[in-house]
């Protein structure tokens, strides 16, 4: 993740799509060598990393209430199809 000396945007106020950016440049830094990640640092990119998922999972519960209000009882689960 680019070290800015700005601080981030706050995560509500991001996008599905700006989150889970943020998120995989969070995972590549944790997943970097460890010199390059104190302990601190690493537990606030962690940290980060674990409300940016919470955040994820509630823009994609908000979206899936949304298609079913839309879809109605037409709603079905996608199925595999037959071979």
């Not at 990640?37 to 409300?51: C, S, T, V, W």
């Amino acid at each position: 993740m680019a070290k800015t000396k700005s601080s981030p945007k706050p995560i509500e106020d991001l996008t599905f799509e700006e989150s889970l950016v943020e998120l995989e440049q969070i995972v590549e830094a944790l997943e970097g060598e460890a010199s390059q990640n104190p302990l601190e640092d690493a537990i606030k990119l962690y940290e980060r990393g674990q409300a940016l998922v919470t955040h994820c999972g509630a823009l994609l519960d908000a979206a899936q209430l949304k298609v079913q209000k839309l879809a109605g009882e037409s709603l079905v689960d996608f199925e595999d199809e037959p071979e």
